[in-house]
């Protein structure tokens, strides 16, 4: 298991999954980002424009415009989809205090070729705002980005008002909607259900910000120590409670871990990552209905979430649902085809029922996913 958050953080992508193993799932609430969560401020995306060379952070315009941050790749259609849908929505609304930014995770190091295939698609599209390349997916760690493509709304200031981990058809009018209640082009739905998210304490964020970042370099106990501090100043913030939770399952503590998810999930109880990371931890203790019914509770609140859908598959595994337990595997890597630990654990499946053949392709994806050819 990796020390660091950042191997933990592989991409997750998003499709919706109506009923499986038997079990009808019922979206209520989505979970945009793995670490971050609406009302906090997002921190800083970095990078060159592969189009003009300039040095760009999104810091530089967010404290005056709404910001829309997107974290594609070359091999998700739905990302060029949402490029060009959005560059359509920026021509639409220039002149406005609205600005974009998108950042490239094909992956940690990008090899000649990909590199070539992201400035082609820049270059074809010609969107009206800078292009990155997110160098050693640094963003995409401190977000905790599960699905691409993703998309991050930012009010003036740079607090997170939206997150969309998918993009169906009715995503980008959502964004279309949020982007207007922000430009105050409309007034706010009066009858809209959105869930209502608590805005942190400022040191509460700043002691969990720098948590985050000391997580995502390894440096696992000062990250602990500045988690004590952000609950310190902002008990019911629950994002240093879920951090807490995925640092001990990183270290093998998974009754800790335990006990901080099922914290953090009674903070909030639409949190879906704190209820995929219990459902998770139940799982790695060996108590494995406690796992299924918190991963049913995850995948509940928000049905694709795929860190849930691929432990429901090993928690399905365990029970000896090898059928249901296949189709979640199967789910798993439609939604998400460049995660390697969903080609490991297929891999791991079909070797188990006796397909030496499918074992060995699933282990050679992983393979060449983890160690691109140049």
């Known amino acids: 298991m990796s020390k660091t958050l950042k191997f933990t953080g592989i991409i997750f992508s998003i499709f919706p999954l109506a009923i499986a193993a038997g079990i009808m799932f019922v979206p209520q609430a989505t979970a945009g980002f793995k670490f971050l969560q609406e009302g906090m401020r997002a921190p800083a995306v970095v990078g060159k424009d592969i189009i003009t060379g300039e040095n760009i952070s999104s810091d530089e315009f967010v404290n005056d415009n709404v910001v829309i941050i997107l974290f594609w790749a070359t091999w998700s259609e739905n990302s060029i989809r949402e490029l060009s849908d959005f560059k359509t929505i920026a021509e639409e609304y220039r002149g406005k205090p609205l600005k974009f930014m998108a950042a490239n995770v094909d992956g940690r190091t990008i090899a000649p070729a990909i590199k070539r295939r992201i400035e082609q698609i820049a270059a074809a599209l010609k969107p009206p705002f800078p292009v990155i390349i997110d160098q050693e997916l640094e963003s995409f760690s401190s977000f905790g980005v599960i699905a ?3 998309a991050a709304v930012l009010e003036p200031g740079g607090k997170i008002r939206y997150s969309s981990s998918r993009f169906p058809i009715t995503e980008k009018n959502r964004i279309i909607d949020c982007i207007d209640t922000l430009l105050s082009l409309k007034e706010p739905d009066p009858g809209s259900t959105k869930i209502q998210y608590h805005i942190p304490e400022p040191a509460s964020s700043q002691y969990y910000n720098l948590a985050l970042l000391q997580a995502n370099q390894g440096m696992l106990e000062r990250a602990l120590t500045n988690l004590d501090l952000a609950r ?14 995925q640092i001990f399952l990183d270290k093998g503590r998974f009754e800790e871990a335990g006990r901080e998810f099922e914290i953090a999930a009674r903070l909030d109880n639409n949190s ?3 209820r995929s990371g219990w459902g998770r931890a139940l799982l790695r203790s060996g108590r494995i209905d406690s796992a299924f019914e918190k991963l049913s509770e995850s995948l509940t609140l928000d049905s694709a979430y795929t860190p849930a859908v691929l432990d429901m598959a090993l928690c399905l ?15 798993a890597r439609e939604l998400d085809p460049r995660n390697p630990v969903i080609h490991y654990h297929l ?3 079909y070797l188990s029922v006796g397909k030496v053949e499918e074992a060995a392709d699933s282990y050679r994806t992983a393979l060449d996913i983890i160690y691109p050819a140049p």
């Not at 310190?232 to 939770?245: K, T, V």
């Open 317 to 331: 595994v365990e029970r000896g649902k090898t059928d249901e337990a296949l189709g979640f595997l199967l789910s």
């Open 272 to 274: 879906v990552a704190a």
């Open 148 to 150: 691409v493509p993703s």
């Open 232 to 245: 310190e100043a902002d008990s019911i913030f629950s994002a240093p409670r879920n951090l807490r939770g």
């Open 347 to 349: 891999g791991r499946f």
